[in-house]
């Protein structure tokens, strides 16, 4: 009976020991796994190299972008300066221009022109302008030529709000023979002088 007694509690110490080293390696098992996974969810040096590599791409393409604001502004600022001269350098060409409307004499150079000719009762009656100057005291000389035949006859202005209006001439009835005449008018003042394009008339 003593020797079944002793061999029973062998056998409990025997199991005691086992589920002892069974929790132990159990313990030590899950105390394993929890640092992989720990280590599994770290960032790896690699991929922190790559997070730091797009980071600072990202702050690169970012100045970039900045830098090439700056740079189509400043290329807008230079292009509008550059307009700019341009129009002042027109301005001051076109009035060098006007200044140099001049004849020999001093005068401004007016540019009369015709605006109608036309047959009333066997006579011809003729009209112009001069649309770039405005003034009272000059006059109007119209003439038709043809060959060595010309003929004048010389009006008054009416001086409008920003133009000057020839009046009308009249040329009497057998004073231009049939045929094809030249005609001009020739403005004149004490300030301008200037004659228009020649147009031609056919007199019936």
Do not use: H
Request: aromatic share 4%.
């Amino acid at each position: 009976m003593a020797k079944n007694k002793k061999t029973k509690k062998l056998i409990g110490n025997i199991l005691t020991s086992i589920v002892a080293i069974l929790l132990i390696a159990a313990i030590v098992m899950g105390v394993i796994l929890l640092f992989r996974q720990n280590d599994d969810n770290a960032p790896k040096p690699q991929q922190k190299q790559q997070d730091y590599a797009r980071d600072v791409n990202t702050a690169s393409d970012k100045i970039k972008t900045e830098e090439d604001l700056k740079d189509e502004e400043k290329v807008a600022e230079a292009s509008n300066d550059t307009k700019d001269r341009q129009e002042a350098d027109d301005r001051t060409e076109a009035a060098a221009k006007e200044a140099a409307k001049k004849t020999e004499s001093g005068s401004i150079v007016a540019e009369p022109e015709i605006t109608y000719i036309a047959d009333e009762n066997g006579d011809t009656i003729v009209g112009a302008e001069v649309r770039n100057i405005n003034e009272t005291g000059g006059s109007c000389t119209y003439t038709f030529t043809r060959g060595s035949t010309s003929t004048s006859v010389t009006t008054g202005i009416n001086a409008g709000p920003s133009y000057i209006s020839c009046e009308a001439a009249r040329f009497a009835k057998g004073k231009l023979t049939s045929g094809t005449w030249s005609v001009t008018v020739k403005y004149k003042s004490n300030t301008a002088e200037g004659e228009s394009e020649a147009q031609s008339y056919s007199v019936q």
